[in-house]
């Protein structure tokens, strides 16, 4: 039974570019939701796709965007990168929307902002 | 959201019981309690859930006392291959519930 998969696992991009970060959840779960976290710091929460739709979003700016396909599968798109975005960027999937269950974390993708 | 407040770093020697106590003064009627572990380069892992009263698995234990208002993990007889982040969080099951509040975590160290 595959769990989250993430990809590509490292990136190295320049301020300024676009990127795009994807995830497939773990078999059997429908809602994915995307962190960032920096070295050092516990996981921040991004935002939440359930249905295809976003469903909550942290305290991030606009530059952050993301999608979510039918088979559940999730993109997580970040315009004009900024140093600070360089993060371990980490996909979780769910069976609905709620915590009740454990969420399942991938390993995430390592971008670098140069 | 409930705010959690955890030691931030703890040693242990191999083969000791090791008890990590998260305080959660505001926890709402609705929130559960959960823990995950964490390894460098990796995303956390779930350990364990509980509402109230004391929850065990093959992994862990997790004591709840009747307020809720702190949280023990306890992790028997540790191994080196427990060094790691764990974190405390408590969320309900709707609504703000949805996005997981990671504080900074403990780090525990296993030593040999």
């Known amino acids: 039974d595959a769990g989250v998969t993430q990809s590509p696992t490292h990136l190295i991009k320049t301020r300024g570019q676009q990127v795009t970060l994807r995830c497939s959840p773990k078999?059997?779960?429908?809602?994915v939701s995307w962190y960032q976290q920096a070295l050092g710091q516990g996981p921040q929460f991004i935002f939440q796709?359930?249905?295809?739709?976003?469903?909550q979003r942290g305290n991030f700016p606009d530059r952050f965007s993301g999608h979510q396909y039918p088979n559940y599968s999730s993109e997580l798109n970040v315009n004009a990168l900024l140093l600070g975005d360089s993060a371990l960027y980490l996909c979780?999937?769910?069976?609905?929307?709620?915590?009740?269950?454990?969420?399942?974390f991938g390993s995430g993708t390592r971008l670098t902002v140069v | 959201l409930a705010k959690t407040t955890q030691p931030i770093s703890m040693d242990s020697y191999e083969g000791q019981e090791v008890n990590i106590t998260c305080s959660h003064n505001?926890?709402?009627?609705?929130?559960?309690i959960t823990w995950y572990q964490q390894f460098p380069s990796q995303g956390p892992r779930f350990i364990i859930q509980?509402?109230?009263t004391k929850v065990t698995n093959e992994v862990a234990s997790l004591f709840i006392p009747a307020d809720r208002k702190s949280s023990t993990l306890s992790l028997p007889r540790v191994s080196l291959s427990d060094t790691a982040v764990y974190y405390c969080?408590?969320?309900?099951?709707?609504?703000?519930?949805?996005?997981?509040?990671f504080g900074s975590g403990t780090q525990l160290t296993v030593l040999p």
């Open positions: 969080l408590v969320g309900g099951t709707s609504g703000s519930a949805r996005q997981l509040t």
């Open positions: 509980g509402y109230k």
């Open positions: 505001n926890i709402a009627t609705n929130d559960y």
């Open positions: 796709y359930y249905e295809e739709e976003e469903r």
């Open positions: 979780a999937s769910s069976l609905g929307d709620r915590d009740r269950y454990g969420y399942t």
């Open positions: 078999s059997g779960h429908d809602t």
